[in-house]
């Protein structure tokens, strides 16, 4: 693929501009300011700019204009309508992969050295090198491609930062660094893997329907193929990440219980209840049996050596881990969508934290839009009245709405704007190798003497 695309492109190049001659190769590693874990691995300071998961501030966004980058600030991008997954996506992916191959054999963009200084009101040696830098990505008019470090030079960061997932600051913070000198080739190869994903999937659009990506934490209610909510969403960690999957949203349930996994009762719960035999009682957990009879704790094997061969089901309520609401979406992996009584992780940058399930902020919202069919009765006050009574309660949709959890660490929406996310589960190389592996194996098999015998 990449060698179709940079093949493309190889009669425009007119020559490499003095600043990518003098800057480091394109396909040099990134600086050794790049955090670690290869996503958003530290919080930063929160700044005052919009909300975009905030319901009001998403009715209230317009749709961004796309004739220039100074049009399309970086509070318009937060509050963009555009979806992140639509049918039109993997075309303009395509389309992104094709103008960033360009950007490529033109040379790239200038490296911004890892000392250098930025501050408004100060003559930096390195100010025009980064003007350089956000014209080639749009994130810059062209036509202010020299002068001090201004509040325009401020604007294109923050356009560049939410496009890369970073806190609006305006300010040249490390990983914002990190991500200016990521290299245009890797920038290709997300292009490139988040194409193969989309390929690979097949989802009934609907004209409502919900999309999580993984990679930005984030869920987007779409609805006549704009974005009507979005929220911040805790995904899976590491070492337990989130699924990509297609499904249907099938109902919500108020005041869930919570049945533990027997991975997690066999390692997580039986070493809490080695260390302190009461916790089950403190976190209103019980032990039941094959036929949902409950049974002495004390009688059971906690020694995680073997498999459970009992049930741990917590009961409803505040402490409860799935929070006020969970949203039912029937899939192989037994993932879903949920609250949480731990809601200060929503303003955390690095949401990476749960066992594979989605936790959703604000998800009495998304439930009171789900349910909207039926506003008469279900809407949110009566989400939240019914919830106030503390019992459990299983509401189904009159319709059912599709469900898709993506992992695109590369996009672009429908007004032209490339988005990159970084690959936190490192799944972008393994599936490009292996896709290159396939390809290698049928060519051979296709070259090989027996198959063109057979084929005469």
């Known amino acids: 693929m990449r060698q179709l695309m940079f093949a493309a492109f190889a009669a425009l190049v007119v020559g490499a501009p003095a600043w990518a001659q003098s800057a480091a190769p394109a396909g040099q590693a990134a600086p050794a300011t790049q955090p670690a874990p290869p996503a958003q691995s530290a919080p930063v ?21 796309a004739s220039t980058p100074e049009s399309r600030s970086a509070a318009a991008l937060a509050l963009s309508h555009e979806p992140t997954f639509d049918e039109g996506t993997a075309q303009r992916i395509k389309e992104a992969a094709l103008s960033y191959s360009d950007i490529a054999v033109r040379g790239g963009w200038p490296t911004i050295p890892a000392d250098a200084k930025f501050a408004i009101g100060v003559a930096g040696a390195n100010d025009d090198l980064l003007r350089k830098r956000l014209i080639v990505t749009g994130d810059l008019a062209e036509d202010r491609a020299t002068g001090p470090f201004d509040e325009t030079v401020v604007e294109g960061i923050k356009r560049f930062q939410v496009r890369n997932g970073l806190a609006p600051t305006g300010q040249m913070t490390p990983r914002t660094l990190a991500a200016l000198n990521m290299p245009v ?3 290709i190869r997300q292009l490139e893997a988040s194409l193969e994903r989309l390929q690979n999937m097949n989802f009934a659009f609907g004209q409502r329907y919900v999309v999580v990506n993984i990679p930005a934490a984030f869920a987007e209610a779409i609805e006549n193929d704009k974005v009507v909510r979005r929220y911040r969403v805790i995904v899976g960690k590491t070492e337990k990440p989130s699924p990509t999957l297609t499904a249907e949203i099938t109902g919500v349930v108020l005041n869930p219980t919570w049945t533990v996994p027997s991975s997690i009762a066999k390692t997580e719960i039986s070493a809490h209840m080695r260390k302190d035999p009461t916790y089950l009682e403190r976190m209103h957990m019980e032990v039941l049996d094959a036929h949902d009879t409950p049974i002495d704790p004390h009688s059971v094997d906690w020694s995680g050596a073997h498999t459970p061969n009992f049930t741990v089901r917590q009961q409803n309520g505040s402490f409860n881990a799935l929070g006020a609401v969970k949203i039912d979406m029937p899939n192989p992996y037994s993932v879903y969508m949920h609250d949480t009584n731990q809601k200060s992780l929503f303003s955390d940058d690095y949401r990476f934290d749960s066992h594979g399930c989605s936790r959703v902020d604000n998800v009495r919202d998304l439930a009171a839009w789900l349910l909207q069919e039926e506003m008469s009765k279900w809407n949110r006050p009566a989400i939240d009245a019914a919830i106030a009574t503390g019992a459990h309660q299983e509401v189904a949709l009159p319709k059912k709405v599709p469900v898709a959890w ?4 590369a996009w672009m929406t429908g007004d032209q704007t490339v988005q990159f996310r970084n690959d936190i589960y490192n799944q972008d190389e393994q599936l490009l190798e292996a896709t290159a592996e396939e390809a290698a194996f049928f060519n051979q098999a296709a070259n090989h003497p027996l198959t063109a015998h057979m084929a005469q």
């Open 45 to 65: 300071k929160k700044t005052a700019t919009p909300d975009p998961t905030h319901p009001a501030h998403a009715a209230a966004a317009k749709p961004a204009d």
């Open 185 to 187: 080739q890797k920038r």
């Open 406 to 409: 993506v992992y695109l660490t």
